[in-house]
Structure formats: C-alpha cells, structure tokens
C-alpha cells in the first residue's frame, strides 16, 4: 500500500472545532521584522474580537509571500504540526490570501484557514446593527467570497455563517451556488442606491449647519469622544470598529452655535477592498463634512503608524489637509507627548482639553469661511431644518 501524501491526509482529517488560533505573517524586503510583529499584534486583537483565542503565531521571512501557500511548503508542515500539538481550530494569515492559496492551505493544514479580511468581515458582520450596516457588510461578504466558491472548503462554510470562531450558525452548511450570489449581491446593491439616495436629502437638510466628523484609527478613542462633546451615551468600548453606523448630534460648548458632530467608523490597515466599496455611502460623511479632528490614540505604540494609516485614507477621500485638525486623545496614558503647532492634546476619557479642542474647531471653521449660525436665531438655526440631529 502507498503512502498517503501529507497533504491529503491533512484534508481528510476532521477540522476541531475550536476558537484556538495560530496566526502567521510574512517579512522580508517590504516589510521588517518589528513592523510584521505589530501586524501580528494588531491581528491578535482583531481575531479577539471575533471570539477566537490566539493560543501561537510564526513569521517567516521571504522576499515576498508564496504563490502557492503564503510561507512555503516546508512553513507550512510546520505549522500542521504546530496545529495538531495545540489543538488548534484556525490557522489565521495577516494578509489576504488568493482562492488557490486557501484551497492549498486547507488540503494541507488540519485547521480552517482564515485571513485578515475576513477575520474583519467577521467583525464587521456581529457588529453591524442597522438595516444599511447590514446591507453593507452583507454584499462586502459575498462579493468576498464569490471568487473563492471554488474551493467550497469547510471554511468558507463557516464564513457563509457568520462567527467563525465561535461555531453556531457558522457550522451549516449553505448552498450558494455563483448564479445565487450574483443575484443576491445585484439585489443588495439596489437596496444600498436606495438608502444612499435617503442619507443624500439627509445630507442636503443637514447642510444648514456646519459638520465636524470625527474620523481616525479604529479603537483611537473617536466614540468617547463623540459622547463627551455631545452628552450623548452611544456605545462605546475598547474594542476594535465598536462603531459601524455613523451617529450625529449637536456639539455642546460652543456659544450656542450650530455645529454638528459625527462620529464615523474606525479606520484601520489592510482592510478589504470589498467593505470599503459597500461602505461608500457610509465613508461619504468624510468628503461632506466641513471639517475633520483626526483621532489619533496617543497611548498606542503604533501611534505614528496608525496616524500615517488614517492620513493616507483621509486623503484618499480628497479631503486638503487645511480641513484636517490632529487632536491626540488618551493623553492621560501618554503624558509625555507634545502636540506641535495647532494640534490638540485631549483625554476623552476625562476631560481634559476638550474645552482647548472645541475652541480649536470654532477657530479652524472660522479660518475655512464657514457659517455658524446661533441655534434659534432663524431658519439655519432651528431644530426642524437639522434633518436628522436632535440636540441633546
């Protein structure tokens, strides 16, 4: 009797169902050592969020990611041994992986194999909660699987699902042949034109007065923020994209001017093409707004990073920079940083500079020529032609 290769004898074993995870990165010319562990770091919590526990992790340097399976065929026997001795449930990649490197990977790993979007799309799937977040995140997630239907590997079942970590509806397997999904997706993005062309008469009712989005780095602090300079009580928690849905309310302190705040959905590296598209209509609140306060978490290593992140991403809206003001928040965790110029230093958390940040956005929609009509003193300023804002 011949041996069974390696290979198949991985496909056919059973795939735990475990929420242990290994995650894997690749470095070399492109990307050092360092920044590839903060890569990791950064997937470790967003895996977290997903419900998975990251229990391993390897990098392997190359000069650039294997056609075939990402690390190369010897990393990869590597990483099934690693799998069985820890009894893991996923193998999880940094970067987002080909449909022929996932059906390679699944013929040779005894896991399910994931990546870094949809590990996201994981996220953004639990915490979507409105009929357009939903909408949105549904067409990002079949449109991400459409190319990788090939494979139909157990994986791809448990994406189908939702909450690949955790099980549950995730272990059904759904029948979705290419013709389904393309029709579903056609209906979705029909139903997206429809709820943009709604936020469009919203957007133009709310052009009365001025509005500062509050926009930054996932996790940098945006929705504490929003409920400090707005009273309100909106979800908050220190957890990566707690905020899909954009929210809007009055900003307080201002002299009774009317100026509207919007705290926006967080931005982050690497995130797939697929949910920046659905999310278009979302995204559009950057481009409209008069104004943005780029959020950036002061207490965060990566600070610099994520700020160079968020910055290519604003300016990839076409926003000019003069309509960008950097307010570093949780400087109660960073004491030491100094804000140059006119950015501002502020702790949403408890308070401090918001008075010195407030005065800043006056200052710079003053700077940009920008009316701030007093709230009552006429039709800009009364409550029934701020579309969908309730001062609170």
């Known amino acids: 009797m011949k041996p069974t290769p390696k290979s198949a004898a991985a496909a056919e074993e059973p795939r735990p169902r475990s929420n242990r995870a ?14 590839a562990e903060d890569h990791l770091d950064e997937l470790e919590r967003l895996v977290d969020t997903a419900g998975g526990r990251v229990v391993a992790r390897a990098l392997q340097e190359r000069k650039s990611p294997d056609s075939a ?13 690693l799998a069985r001795a820890q009894g893991v449930g996923w193998t999880v990649f940094d970067d987002e992986l080909s ?3 996932v059906r390679n990977l699944e013929k040779a790993l005894p896991t399910h194999v994931l990546d870094r979007p949809g590990v996201i799309l994981q996220i953004f799937a639990a915490r979507a ?16 699987l459409l190319p990788r239907l090939a494979g139909g590997g157990e994986s791809l079942a448990q994406q189908r699902g939702g909450g690949a970590f955790r099980g549950g509806a995730g272990e059904r397997k759904i029948e979705l042949d ?3 999904i393309r029709r579903r997706i056609s209906t979705l993005k029909e139903e997206l034109s429809r709820i943009e062309r709604g936020r469009l008469v919203r957007r133009k009712r709310m052009r009365q007065v001025p509005v500062v989005a509050l926009v930054g780095y996932t996790n940098a602090g945006k929705t504490t923020l929003f409920n400090r300079l707005t009273s309100s009580a909106e979800f908050a928690e220190d957890r990566l994209f707690a905020t899909l849905d954009p929210r809007h309310a009055r900003l307080h302190g201002v002299g009774g001017r009317a100026i509207v705040v919007t705290d926006t959905v967080g931005l982050l590296r690497k995130l797939p093409h697929t949910l920046v598209a659905s999310f278009r209509s979302t995204l559009a609140e950057v481009e409209d707004a008069d104004l943005l306060v780029h959020v950036v978490d002061a207490s965060s290593p990566q ?8 910055e290519e991403l604003i300016a990839g809206f076409g926003v000019p920079k003069e309509k960008v003001l950097l307010a570093y928040n949780k400087m109660d965790l960073a004491p030491g940083l100094v804000a140059a110029g006119e950015d501002v230093r502020i702790s949403a958390a408890t308070g401090d500079g918001l008075s010195e940040l407030r005065a800043a956005v006056v200052a710079r929609l003053e700077a940009l020529g920008v009316r701030m009509p007093l709230y009552g003193a006429g039709p800009a300023g009364s409550s029934r032609n701020r579309g969908d804002v309730t001062p609170s």
């Open 178 to 180: 290419r013709r389904k």
């Open 99 to 101: 449909p022929s490197q």
């Open 303 to 310: 600070a610099d990073e994520q700020r160079a992140v968020a």
């Open 69 to 81: 399976t990402y690390v190369g065929k010897g990393k990869v026997e590597e990483l099934a041994e």
């Open 129 to 144: 909660r409105s009929r357009e977040a939903m909408t949105q995140v549904e067409l990002a997630r079949l449109e991400y």
């Open 22 to 35: 290994v995650l894997v990165g690749v470095y070399g010319r492109q990307v050092s050592r360092a920044a």
